[in-house]
């Protein structure tokens, strides 16, 4: 038996919208609406949609996504969940809340299920452009592997040191931080995370280290390998690395979460986590 198609609102066609709405354009299950007025795209909204997408300016994301929330519509709502803490908050209470952190589904990391990190390096790397200007580079870009973090470090952050600079912008466009992470058996984990967008080029690199192997990660290529050194060769391997579209994937499992009352990977409360923690650094850059 053939289900009928879910009726979704797509708010927003800017630079992330744009990707939204090409990608769910080729899907059969669904109806589509997208509604933009500063892109010159107004409509009247289903009365009763089954889901909506907001892919707004973060600024508007709890003037868009809570009126929803509270009459019971999911909601994917894009990375970084709100402008702030108090907001990011109030929209982490609804269950029914998902939040866009597409990383989560880069297939690189379904390649490295099973490592227990005690040195992570990270380079997120990007072009300077007029989006996102109205956040800065933590709730830009640094927030992605801030939302990571839990899955391959998890434990009590003990100490944060950060510098960032305002380049492009009267926001930090550049930031570094390190982080020193309890690790079990009384042993700290290090964090080193440097985020740029105002660099010539787009890098985003992983590098993980733990007892005997060091793993290196290519989010923006998809590749991955791993050097096996407790055996003194240093030879390096390269990983299989299923193809798969991370927005794609991400549509298909909120999709499901939808229609099956699925669990989505990343609800409300794990990136407000990530916004939490973008604050503490946030803090140390003053």
Known sequence: MTEEPLRGILYGHGHMGRYHAAKLAMRPDIELMVIDPNAGMSAVPFPNPDFAIVATPTTTHAKVAQPLLANGVPCLVEKPLARTLEEAQEL???????VGHIERFNPVFEAVNEVHSEYIEIERLSPFSDRSTDVDVLDDLMIHDLDLLARFMPGKLLDVRAKGVGVMSNKPDIVHARLEIELPGERTGVVNLTASRVSPKSVRTWRLVEAGRYWSLDLLNQKAKVVDWANKTMNSQNIDVPTKDALTAEHT???????????FP?????ALKALQLAERIRACLH
């Open 253 to 263: 499992a909120f999709l499901q979460s939808v229609r099956y009352r699925t669990p």
């Open 92 to 98: 982490a209470q609804y269950q029914h809340l998902s």
């Open 266 to 270: 990343c609800t409300g409360t794990e």
